[in-house]
T-cell receptor, first 113, second 114 residues
Framework: DQQVKQNSPSLSVQEGRISILNCDYT??????FLWYKKYPAEGPTFLIS?????DKNEDGRFTVFLNKSAKHLSLHIVPSQPGDSAVYFC????????????FGSGTQLTVLP | EAGVAQSPRYKIIEKRQSVAFWCNPI?????LYWYQQILGQGPKLLIQ????????DSQLPKDRFSAERLKGVDSTLKIQPAKLEDSAVYLC????????????FGPGTRLTVT
């Protein structure tokens, strides 16, 4: 049972345009969500997070939106740069679960110059 | 601040052999995690330590996998005997008490079982 789903295995975007990566979850106990970026042969790197008390969090070119009623979150990257090409993982945790992370399967983002 | 260190980076073994991975978390991080990432999937938690105690090992295949964090700092994960389906990247992560929700990952060990 996949509690965190990233339905798009890959996404290609032109440099300078917006990249939108999507994530859906099924566990209503999740209250903290994170996005990680992963380059080949490296471990995932924390990118941005959002608590369930918010519906938006912004950090530079990266914005995460949370729609609790739809159990959906998205990561917007504006403008996209070639260095953003990586696999992006959505992750979620629930209060009281020792903050264990449940990961989605990832989306490979390719930013074309 | 030094990141999470893992070794070796790559390991190739034959099935039924044993293998061990080492992890040194970020200094001061009380919580340490071991994940298994199979190609095309997200990381899956195997075991979580708080200091030198096990918080959760429900996803660890205990008939062949074992892990320890004896002094509450570095940790080892062992597989004995290995199976073909154990081929994966093994990731170690750590987090602090003040921000337990954010985990910092090491570069991982890519294990190939032939």
């Amino acid at each position: 049972d996949q509690q965190v789903k990233q339905n798009s295995p890959s996404l290609s975007v032109q440099e300078g345009r917006i990249s939108i990566l999507n994530c859906d979850y099924t566990n209503s106990m999740f209250d903290y969500f994170l996005w990680y970026k992963k380059y080949p042969a490296e471990g995932p790197t924390f990118l941005i997070s959002i608590s369930s008390i918010k519906d938006k969090n912004e950090d530079g070119r990266f914005t995460v939106f949370l729609n609790k009623s739809a159990k959906h979150l998205s990561l917007h990257i504006v403008p996209s740069q070639p260095g953003d090409s990586a696999v992006y993982f959505c992750a979620a945790s629930a209060y009281g679960s020792a903050r264990q992370l449940t990961f989605g399967s990832g989306t490979q983002l390719t930013v074309l110059p | 601040e030094a990141g999470v260190a893992q070794s070796p980076r790559y390991k190739i073994i034959e099935k039924r052999q044993s293998v061990a991975f080492w992890c040194n978390p970020i200094s001061g991080h009380a919580t340490l995690y071991w994940y298994q990432q199979i190609l095309g999937q997200g990381p899956k938690l195997l075991i979580q330590f708080q200091n030198n105690g096990v918080v959760d090992d429900s996803q660890l295949p205990k008939d062949r996998f074992s892990a320890e964090r004896l002094k509450g700092v570095d940790s080892t994960l062992k597989i004995q005997p290995a199976k073909l389906e154990d081929s994966a990247v093994y990731l170690c992560a750590s987090s602090s008490r003040t921000n337990p929700g954010e985990q910092y990952f090491g570069p991982g060990t890519r294990l190939t079982v032939t």
